[in-house]
């Protein structure tokens, strides 16, 4: 799937684009302002060379008077390092000047100057070129006056236009991308604003986002503010039912499980025992599965409700151990806490889920383990991250296969005999994901599994 | 140990009594907190068992109103709730600890004990039987010649017997008492307890006696003089 184009670039892309045109057009109309208006100043000067030649051409009888105004080629000289050429032909014979300047092809009605470009001995050069019919005895007589000058004057003018407008062109693109950049910066202030007060919130603020707010987000934020209250809404439900939920499940549970250790305790018969086992093997399986689907549910809630806190890991830690102790006593099981290599430790982290997390880990532990045994609960400190490590001495996982026992309802080949719903790392795992840590279930050297919890400090 | 149950679902409350009286101890049941207050005010309990949800009003209202009555009876909250937030709220108004329902009556006969044993062990009475005397609550056994500190299940299987004294206890009735049912169990596991208690019981004039093929019995013996 393709990316979606930010805001940002939509805005920019545009923009820079208008901005290089702009640039690049104001840059070849000031180039071509200038050639024109150079080109225009050589050309009347030309057309006043040669019109000032003109009037001094003066027919005899015989002979043909033509008297240079010198003013005038100096006048064209003195620009520049210029050059300046003439040539004077009389009735298409060459009279005097640069013979080898080439002459335009006139017609004889053409009594108008006319202005070309040539290539005399290499160099580019302008010319204007003049003609003229005078009646001499009867008899027509026409005289062509042509005079040149090289363009160095006009290609440093131009030069100079062209470094000056490009330093302009530049300039004025440097001046829009700043103006544009700005326009964009302030066109996404009120988005980024909106999106800082939403993401700044704490995880049960579900307040509805108030504030100035320009009239095109206003729709957003209507939208925004819906889906909080829908968010809201349901998440109360969420809860309800869950507190309702296990409210309901448990406590008729509890009583069939006191009421089937009752009656096995009282019952004399091999055969009624034999039926109440099954009985109370049946609600120990569903008080497994209930508790177990309750706290997934837990999870999954509170993932849209987290509510981190810095948190003590050893307090919390101690604080499982301890509420689980008297279950562990059931197996002569002791529950052994101890921070390796450090002092405190505290973590970012939302308690009730650090403690879901942690109690499936020791409960396991506890499940899996024989009787008359210690479980180690190790914390180790390393660089970021603290590992809670669970050590006990139970079957362990050796010849199992691993792959997708994170799963939900996946089991280790080797627990079948055992009460299990196989929520158990599903959950550990979903909380690992929330809290940005790790899992890892591994055999333990020597005998039983090692758990390992892997979380961030802080 | 005098204890008072407060739960409103009659027969679950019911149930647990029944546990508890089979295990010789006394228990009233509450159903509301307003009877629950006027239990307490009337008489000593050793412990409550208080459930959250009740009829007429809250559990952690009627635990903190106890506490700012300085009435200092240890409690163990008994919630349906998985809200750990909830139950570290409870401890911190004064609840001295907490079992999820459903429980298994062992762990919580075990919490009990836990917290009387923090509470200084005011009304859990010691169980004499000829020269022996066991503490549930220390999970001491006082012979003439030592004293021992029992393991768990040492120490449940020895409360059986001490309670009924010269009864019979087939293999499977004590199974059924210490192990949970999912434990996978040798049948031959008891015989493992029972031998670590006749080794402690070595001198007393109290015997754990087989009854081959049957099962077990704690009778009186008398020693030579």
Known sequence: MRKPISLRWRLLVPLIITAIITSALLYFTMRQVTKQAVQATQEALLEKAVTSILEQTRFTENNVEIDLPYNIFTMLGAISEDKVYYRVDLDGLFLTGYEDLRLKNLTVDNEYIFFSSTIFRGVKLRQATVQQLFLVNGKSRLIQITVAQTQLFQEAILRDMSRNAGVIGISFFGFALLVALLATRSFLRPINSLAGTVSRRGAHDLRPVKGPTPPELMPLVLSLNGFISRLTGTLRQTETFIAEAAHHIRTPLSLVKSESQLALRKSKSSENRKHLHNIIESVDMSIRSAGQLLDHALVLYRSEKIDEKRLDLAVVVQHVADNLQPAADLKDIIIKTEIINTGDIFVMADRVLLEVALRNMLDNAIKYSNPDQLIFVKMVLDQNFVRIIVLDNGRGIKGVKTKGIHKRFKRGSNVDDVIGSGLGLAIISEICIILGGSFILKNNKGVGACAILQLPVC | ?225
Do not use: W
């Open chain 2, 1 to 225: 140990m005098k204890i008072l149950i407060v739960e409103d679902t009659k027969k679950l409350a019911q149930s647990l009594a029944d546990h508890f009286d089979l295990a010789g101890h006394s228990s009233s049941i509450a159903g509301t907190v307003e009877a629950a207050n006027e239990l307490v005010l009337l008489t000593h309990y050793d412990i409550m068992l208080l459930d959250i949800m009740l009829p007429d009003g809250n559990g952690h209202t009627f635990l903190r109103s106890l506490r700012l009555q300085k009435i200092a009876v240890p409690v163990i909250v008994m919630t349906a709730r998985s809200e750990i937030s909830d139950r570290i709220d409870l401890l911190d108004i004064g609840a001295d600890d907490y079992i999820i329902k459903p429980f298994d009556i062992a762990e919580l006969e075990a919490r009990c004990r836990a917290v009387l044993r923090r509470h200084g062990g005011g009304g859990y009475t010691n169980i004499m039987l000829g020269n022996i005397e066991l503490s549930p609550l220390t999970a001491e056994l006082r012979t003439p010649a030592e004293n021992f500190k029992l393991r768990n299940r040492e120490l449940r299987l020895l409360e059986i017997f001490m309670n009924a004294p010269n009864i019979l206890f087939t293999k499977e009735q004590l199974t059924d008492r210490l192990f949970n049912i999912s434990e996978s169990v040798n049948e031959n596991t008891i015989e493992v307890y029972i031998a670590r208690i006749r080794k402690k019981l070595i001198g007393c004039n109290m015997r754990i006696e087989t009854l081959r093929g049957i099962g077990y019995r704690l009778t009186e013996t008398f020693l030579p003089k």
